[in-house]
């Protein structure tokens, strides 16, 4: 005889999976490869936060996200970012309109940001104030113009792309701002046998049309089913000396942190690492979260929330390296303890 | 029985499973670590019995102290003991259970379910994830209490140590080994101190016998190797005299009358009282009555020399300079002059000594003697020459003027010889401080009448607007060739540091 509760428990999580894996499915019928990132993608899609996606041009960073925003029926929306933009062009502002009396009035026009799905594309273009709108509704999901205050609506994600190649004219992300990216996603090239299948399909005459595989009510139950998954006391501890490990001058921190690092993850990094680890618990079959999971998602979580010192980026150091020495460092809670 | 109780039963199964194999790969681990780190003391139980052996030999009695084969054991046993006393206190420390539960989970495959369901066991209510996550492990946990643990791994440094201490430890033992085979020495026969001493030729006759020579070796005609050892610890002064025999070089007799320092203890300590009355004649006039009179008949001698034309010794120069250099030091046992007061201080309050008590020309020219000797002659106001000429008048035509000596200006005859005694008798270097100032400014003051000048109205106008956009911000980014510039620093830098972890 099985609890009640454990039974709707595992219901909860069969159900996040079937969806999981359909939303996968439809997404994968235009996006060619790149499973990994589209992994990425739903994982922080699921688990409540921001996405960003940084690879070089043509290689269909735009069209995963459109597509998840086609798949979902989500409200999807574009914004390109330029140098010219102000942040009015993000959030909205108001415009004079005519009323019916014959009089003007006042009117705000919300911005593209007010979106489930929102694509930031090329955000470094813009300016660091273009950039800076975007900082409390990735937070907070609310947006302040004047005396306006505004909830955006459950889900929101933000997903920004980036190019990291062409330096010029851009705009790096403040640290603030890229805090607040639960994931970055680095998107690289595919393999041999994928070019055959992208050619075939963006190059013929049919189009792949993809249908509605679910919607905002869905995702915000999958959200919060994701939110029920424990977390045992020993990963708590390992995904905070994970965090700990990327500071400099902490006790975990291995000598390549310590050398090269000028500034380690927030406490943020490690609410991020707990969030995608319990989404993959739950694709795992698990119901709590292993320290497998929290090593699983370590590298999109904390790579871009470890700042490389001047003598780290001169000896051509990335972050994907030190997140592989914190791990490979780091000791498993409970063999530490004895 | 309900799920839970099977699950747990089966948690205490595998804690105890696996903590009992983590306890003896602990254990093994901290044997194999204390042993490694123990591992010196292989070759220092053979060294310390190698030493007792020789010194045991030295000592005329028999090198052999034990048997080999127990220094063997000794040897082995030594870094075992400690090794063992911390593999016996890993044993006595507890595996955590949770920790245990995690190496099941790892070399199962479950994903920290084990330890997972043992956690949420222990807490009060579950939630509907924790309940499922406990009956999740319960599933495999039966599976989990009979799956066969193999024992980790455990890394120990230390070992590469082993080959080197171990080769060590033989050949002390092989060398302990030829030790024990050596022939007792025997005591009664000449050693090297013998050697030494009969070597010095030393008159045997007035010396003790020593107690070690038998009564037979006694009666009979010492040999000259046969020489006592305590006839080398006789003082070495006396040694030194009866070396050079009985012709004593007086200089050394002199310095010691000076300043002390050849006398023996007896002599300083009879001849301080009268030093400290005399305080400050430190330099020959502290000397007694009798070593006055060595000293006038030495310096009579001296000067007969001279007569002869024979040039004093070089090594003379020196000895006195240094009597002449101890002077303070010499005074400052019994006077209340400063140690520390210089050469040329002590000099010059011998001089005013010296002044003082001459009552003849005999000593007087003694006097003088002793001055030379210690390096210059001291003025004299007593041998008074005539004062020079100071007269400048030029010859008369070919004719020198026999009275001019290039001195001075016209001026009536100079009628005192001037303070001879304050002529310094170092050389003091001349010394120009700084360099001449400029002279007095001169300041010419001129006056001129104020005119009036035509000013020019200006207009006031608006600032013209910029010609050119403000340029944009330049990257924060590094350019290529600075880039290269950093990193070929930061590389130097490198290179220069001692080597660190490279990044993977």
Redesign the interface.
């Known amino acids: 005889m099985?609890?009640p509760?454990?039974?709707?428990?595992?219901a909860d999580?069969q159900r996040f999976r079937e969806t999981y894996e359909s939303i996968r499915a439809e997404v994968s019928r235009r996006m060619v490869g790149q499973a990994d990132v589209i992994e990425g993608v739903l994982t922080a899609l699921l688990a409540g936060g921001h996405v960003l996606l940084e690879g070089v041009p043509g290689l269909g960073k735009t069209m995963l996200v459109s597509s998840l925003g086609e798949a979902l029926k989500l409200s999807f929306s574009r914004i390109q970012f330029t140098p010219d933009m102000m942040p009015a062009d993000v959030r909205g502002t108001s415009v004079l309109v005519e009323s019916e009396g014959g009089g003007h009035e006042l009117q705000f026009e919300q911005g593209p940001i007010v979106a489930n799905l929102v694509l930031a594309d090329e955000i470094n273009r813009a300016t660091p104030k273009t950039q800076s709108a975007l900082l409390e509704a990735m937070q907070e999901r609310q947006l302040t113009i004047g005396r306006r205050t505004i909830k955006l609506e459950e889900p929101f994600c933000v997903m920004a792309t980036q190019n990291p190649v062409e330096?010029?004219?851009?705009y790096?992300l403040p640290e603030a701002q890229l805090d607040r990216f639960l994931f970055k996603l680095v998107v690289g090239y595919p393999e041999e046998g994928d070019y055959r299948e992208i050619l075939r399909r963006t190059t013929g005459e049919q189009e792949v049309e993809l249908s509605s595989v679910s919607n905002a009510e869905t995702i915000n139950a999958m959200r919060s089913t994701v939110r029920?998954?424990?977390v045992?006391?020993?990963?708590e501890d390992y995904a905070i000396r994970l965090v700990m490990g990327t500071q400099p001058g902490s006790a975990y921190a291995?000598?390549?942190v310590n050398?090269?690092v000028s500034l380690g993850s927030s406490p943020r990094g490690a609410q991020a690492l707990l969030l995608g680890a319990k989404v993959k618990a739950l694709l795992?079959g698990?119901?709590?979260v292993?320290?497998?999971d929290i090593a699983a998602v370590a590298r999109p979580v904390l790579r871009h929330r470890v700042l490389l010192g001047?003598?780290g980026?001169?000896?051509g150091?990335t972050t994907d390296?030190?997140v592989?020495?914190v791990l490979?460092k780091l000791p498993?809670p409970?063999?530490a303890?004895? | 029985m309900s799920a839970d109780q099977h699950l747990s039963r089966d948690l205490d199964r595998i804690e105890g499973r696996a903590g009992t194999m983590l306890q003896g790969v602990e254990s093994r681990a901290a044997f194999m670590a204390a042993g490694f780190r123990a591992l010196p003391l292989l070759a220092a139980v053979p060294a310390v019995f190698v030493l007792v052996q020789l010194m045991r030999w030295a000592g005329g009695g028999e090198p052999a102290l034990l048997p080999l084969p127990f220094v063997v054991l000794l040897s082995l046993l030594a870094p075992g003991i400690p090794a063992a006393r911390a593999a016996a206190a890993s044993r006595a420390?507890r595996?955590?259970r949770?920790?245990a539960?995690?190496?099941a989970d790892r070399q199962l495959g479950l994903?920290?379910?084990l330890?997972?369901a043992d956690?949420?066991m222990r807490s009060g209510a579950?939630?509907?994830?924790?309940?499922?996550?406990v009956?999740?492990a319960s599933l495999r946990s039966e599976a989990a209490a009979s799956a066969a643990l193999e024992a980790p791994e455990a890394a120990i440094s230390g070992s590469r140590r082993l080959p080197v201490w171990g080769a060590l430890s033989l050949l002390l033992l092989a060398l302990s080994a030829w030790v024990s085979t050596l022939e007792p020495r025997p005591m009664g026969g000449g050693s090297g101190t013998e050697t030494v001493a009969a070597e010095a030729g030393e008159p045997l006759d007035e010396e003790p016998a020593d107690e070690g020579v038998t009564a037979e070796e006694r009666a009979a005609p010492a040999p000259p190797e046969a020489v006592p050892t305590e006839r080398r610890s006789q003082d070495p002064a006396e040694a030194k005299r009866s070396e050079s025999g009985e012709d004593v070089d007086d200089s050394v007799k002199e310095s010691s009358g000076r300043t002390g320092a050849g006398r023996s203890s007896g002599a300083l300590s009879s001849s301080a009282a009268s030093e400290s009355r005399s305080a400050p004649s430190t330099q020959g006039q502290s000397s007694k009555p009798a070593e006055r009179d060595k000293k006038k008949r030495e310096s009579k001698k001296k000067k007969k020399e001279r007569k002869t034309g024979e040039q004093p010794t070089p090594e003379r120069r020196p000895e006195d300079e240094q009597s002449g250099a101890t002077a303070g030091k010499g005074s400052s046992k019994g006077s209340n002059r400063n140690p520390t007061a210089s050469e040329w201080q002590s000099k010059d309050q011998v001089t005013e000594v010296d002044d003082q008590e001459v009552e003849d020309d005999e000593d007087t020219d003694e006097d003088e003697e002793e001055q030379e000797n210690r390096g210059g002659v001291q003025p004299s106001l007593r041998d008074r020459r005539p004062p020079v000429s100071r007269d400048l008048q030029i010859g008369f035509g070919n004719r020198a003027n026999p009275d001019a000596n290039g001195r001075g200006g016209p001026s009536e005859q100079k009628k005192s010889r001037g303070v001879a005694s304050l002529v310094l008798g170092v050389p003091v270097p001349d010394r120009v401080k700084g360099r001449p100032g400029p002279g007095p400014t001169k300041i010419t003051q001129e006056r001129i009448e104020p005119q009036a000048e035509e000013a020019g109205a200006i207009v006031a106008s608006a600032r013209a607007a910029r010609s050119r956009p403000v340029p944009?911000l330049s990257?924060?980014?590094?350019g290529p060739q600075l880039?290269e510039l950093?990193?070929a620093?930061?590389l130097a830098r490198r290179a220069a540091a001692p080597p660190?972890?490279k990044?993977?």
């Open positions: 099985t609890d509760n454990a039974d709707a428990a595992r999580a330096q010029e004219g851009t790096p029920q998954v424990p045992p006391e020993h990963a291995p000598e390549l050398r090269y795992a698990r119901f709590a292993a320290t497998e001047f003598e980026l001169s000896e150091v390296q030190v592989d020495e490979a498993v409970q063999e303890a004895g | 420390s595996i955590s949770s920790r539960l995690a190496e994903s920290d379910r330890v997972t956690e949420f579950r939630t509907g994830f924790q309940q499922a996550a009956e999740d944009a990257s924060v980014e590094l880039r950093v990193r620093y930061f660190a972890s990044p993977q």
